[in-house]
């Protein structure tokens, strides 16, 4: 009786340390948005870039791997995109990340036509993946910034 009850217990310690070392708490990450820019306009369509920070909390590196983004422009939505990524962020460490954002030439109509009425707020609501060792981990952020006074330019 007693070998079972001492089985019983090694059994419990070895479970609990292996959960312990298994299931490291990982803390989320976060993004803010440094800059939303329109760098070209054409008959294609407007161009630009969208440059966040991404801050990771934990003590080891996690990989991003894509960005799912939505851009409204004065309460409408104008664009989506997506982007796939390998970009290791650093433990304890802060990395830009910059991708292009591309507005198809009808979907540019309408943001300039909303410009032109003189809309100048705009929302970027983003959604970072992050592939991590127990799954994949998602981050929303969200930024509302205004169009500088001209089309070229965002703050």
Same mark, same amino acid.
């Given at each position: 009786?007693?070998?079972?009850?001492?089985?019983?217990?090694?059994?419990?310690?070895?479970?609990?340390?292996?959960?312990?070392?298994?299931?490291?708490?990982?803390?989320?990450?976060?993004?803010?948005? =440094? #800059?939303?820019?329109?760098?070209?306009?054409? %008959? /294609? $369509?407007?161009?630009?870039?969208?440059? *966040?920070?991404? !801050?990771?909390?934990?003590?080891?590196?996690?990989?991003?791997?894509?960005?799912?983004?939505?851009?409204?422009?004065?309460?409408?939505?104008?664009?989506?995109?997506?982007?796939?990524?390998?970009?290791?962020?650093?433990?304890?460490?802060?990395?830009?990340?910059?991708?292009?954002?591309?507005?198809?030439? =009808? #979907?540019?109509?309408?943001?300039?036509?909303? %410009? /032109? $009425?003189?809309?100048?707020?705009?929302? *970027?609501?983003? !959604?970072?993946?992050?592939?991590?060792?127990?799954?994949?981990?998602?981050?929303?952020?969200?930024?509302?910034?205004?169009?500088?006074?001209?089309?070229?330019?965002?703050?």
């Amino acid at each position: 009786m007693r070998s079972i009850v001492m089985v019983i217990t090694l059994l419990g310690a070895t479970q609990a340390l292996g959960c312990s070392i298994f299931m490291r708490s990982i803390e989320r990450p976060e993004a803010k948005v =440094r #800059d939303v820019s329109v760098s070209s306009a054409g %008959l /294609a $369509g407007v161009t630009g870039q969208l440059a *966040l920070d991404v !801050t990771n909390p934990n003590s080891f590196g996690v990989p991003l791997s894509g960005i799912e983004w939505q851009l409204s422009v004065g309460g409408a939505r104008a664009v989506t995109g997506r982007v796939q990524l390998q970009q290791t962020i650093p433990a304890r460490g802060v990395a830009p990340v910059t991708t292009s954002l591309t507005i198809e030439a =009808r #979907d540019a109509i309408a943001v300039a036509s909303a %410009l /032109a $009425g003189g809309v100048r707020d705009y929302q *970027l609501s983003a !959604t970072l993946h992050f592939a991590t060792a127990v799954g994949q981990l998602d981050v929303l952020v969200e930024h509302r910034g205004t169009f500088g006074s001209g089309l070229f330019g965002a703050r």
